[in-house]
């Protein structure tokens, strides 16, 4: 059974990764976004080229080189994030939601650049949810597709996790315990693999590739049950 980067065993598959964070703009030169760096997404895009998928990877605001032998499309904000991958996903044999996206957004986007004036307190920004693009890629799977999501917990990592996993209605769900420098922007990461069967399996401390590779053999395990 191919473990780590053994054989091709993602040959003829189409992966579509989304990586990175969204960042929802406020007016054109500000935004609200996050610290996500996009090297765990890029590390998922790596391994399945090098196991033989057919990789896209929908990457917002990251700033790392692209990998050879791998589709990139760049995007900015959750909505750009959405429409990206509802197109990716509709060929794709499984799709996996690495990226952070910012569950708000502003309610508005002035068109001027927000200005300062003395003695004038600043407005509130008022915030609108943004559309949980993991939940509607799972609720609209085609049969035989894999939907995966990622989730990074500062508490109750596997019960929130499992919760989440059921909430999402997605086949995996990776989680990491997040804070005290562990995972952001880091190369390295710890994690537990998810399943919707119930499976559990965790991954130890490690590159970020490792992490990508077990995730790869889960999925690959799913479509050819040893
Ligand atoms: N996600 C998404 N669309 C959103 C928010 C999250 O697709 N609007 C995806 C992320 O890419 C990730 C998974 O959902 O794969 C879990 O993200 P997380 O922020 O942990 O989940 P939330 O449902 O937003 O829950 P929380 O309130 O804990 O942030
Ligand atoms: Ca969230």
Redesign the pocket.
């Known amino acids: 059974l191919a473990r780590g980067t053994a054989g091709p065993d993602l040959a003829g598959r189409r992966v579509v990764i989304?990586a990175g964070g969204t960042r929802e703009p406020l007016d054109p030169v500000r935004y609200l976004g996050n610290h996500s760096s996009g090297k765990q997404g890029y590390a998922l895009a790596r391994t399945a080229q090098a196991r033989g998928a057919e990789v896209t990877l929908v990457a917002a605001n990251t700033a790392l080189p692209a990998p050879a032998g791998v589709t990139v499309e760049p995007v900015g904000s959750?909505e750009e994030l959405r429409t990206a991958m509802r197109r990716a996903a509709a060929e794709a044999d499984v799709v996996v939601?690495?990226?952070?996206?910012?569950?708000f957004r502003p309610a508005r986007q002035v068109a001027q650049k927000i200005k300062k004036r003395d003695g004038v307190e600043p407005e509130p920004i008022a915030l609108v949810r943004?559309?949980?693009?993991?939940?509607e890629?799972a609720a609209e799977r085609r049969p035989g597709q894999l939907v995966v999501?990622?989730?990074?917990?500062t508490e109750n990592v596997l019960a929130g996790g499992r919760a989440?996993l059921a909430?999402?209605g997605c086949d995996l769900l990776v989680v990491n315990q997040v804070g005290g420098g562990l995972a952001f922007g880091t190369d390295e990461n710890e994690a537990v693999i998810l399943a919707a069967d119930g499976t559990e399996t965790p991954v130890p401390f490690g590159p970020k590739e490792a992490l990508a590779d077990a995730l790869w053999d889960a999925v690959s395990q799913r479509w050819s049950p040893a």
């Open positions: 989304s959750a939601m690495a990226a952070a996206v910012a569950d943004n559309p949980d693009v993991l939940a890629l999501g990622f989730a990074a917990e989440k909430r999402k």
